[in-house]
């Protein structure tokens, strides 16, 4: 009986804390009524209000105080800052902000893409990239630019730490990592690259990497030379499976067309008679003789004499205008 209450007990205090948990996070996520003008409270975090965002890219952005919303448009190339209307989003053609030109261009490789966009202290931050660079942008809520910085490297996240004030920028190409921390004392929207710490790290090449381990080249050989004797030996088995497989059908092959030919007797038994020699003699002979025809040796060569005739004279030309002359 007392193992039962005590499970009856346990179960009543996990759902009291379920309930109490889940009260926090509808609090949370529904903000309070205003009254009298005041801006809605909004739940923070005491640990998400110091943090800082990880660096990912992110295509969508939300501002939870004055609802205003900014989205990558990757099909224009632009950022558009969408305002709820009566509980829809609606876009203006004049609140868009256009990263680079991409009608009738043909340098693909120089356009730049946008590759995430936030919302911090107020302002729209975009950050755009090409194959050789980068530029950060920083919008207001208008699409208007009000700070551009154009760095190289490959950039395609980042972040900001409320806390640090500082606006950290990362990325990967095939040659290494970049990173980046722009300091925002000053706002985001006076952020300099003066003041930015820059981190590169390059990746070490193949070969790099075998030169440090192996660096006299003996493994390197020995595994070419294994390598190259497995691809003949197997080159080989290769080549002796295809001809047994070739070989036997061809006996087979052979095998029926004796089933279907038929064979004397005195030949598969081995045991020949004299007739049989003089039965090929004669058929031998006998075709022999029938590959040419008996011809008579008449010589038919005759000589035949012929008059003069002025068809046949050389002397008359049907172009007699060089005699003439």
Known sequence: MIKTQNKWILCFNRANRMIASLVVVLACAL??????GQVPA?????QVKDSYDPLIPQLFAVDTETQVYAAINTVQNTVDVLTPVNGELVRDIAKTYLVDETYKRHDVYRIYRPKSVAIYEGYIVVLASNRDSCYLGV??????????????????AFSYSSAAKTLYISGES???YDFIALNAQNGIDRIDLKDATAVHYVKPKMSEVIAVKDPYGI?????AMVVVFLALLLLYQIFKQTGRVMMARLKKKNDKHEGQIGVPVAVASGDIHGAVYAAIAATI??????????????????????????????IHGLNTYFNKR
């Not at 903000?31 to 009298?36: M, N």
């Not at 075709?287 to 002025?310: F, G, Q, W």
């Open 31 to 36: 903000p309070t009524t205003a009254q009298d």
């Open 42 to 46: 909004v739940c923070h975090h005491p």
């Open 139 to 156: 919008l207001d809520f208008n699409a208007r630019l009000v700070k551009k910085q154009i760095f190289a490297g490959a950039a395609n």
């Open 174 to 176: 095939q040659i290494g």
């Open 219 to 223: 493994g390197l050989t020995v595994i």
């Open 285 to 314: 002979h006998l075709y022999n003789e029938e590959l040419h025809d008996e011809e008579a040796t008449v010589l038919t060569i005759n000589k035949v004499s012929r008059a003069y005739s002025p068809w046949s004279s050389k």
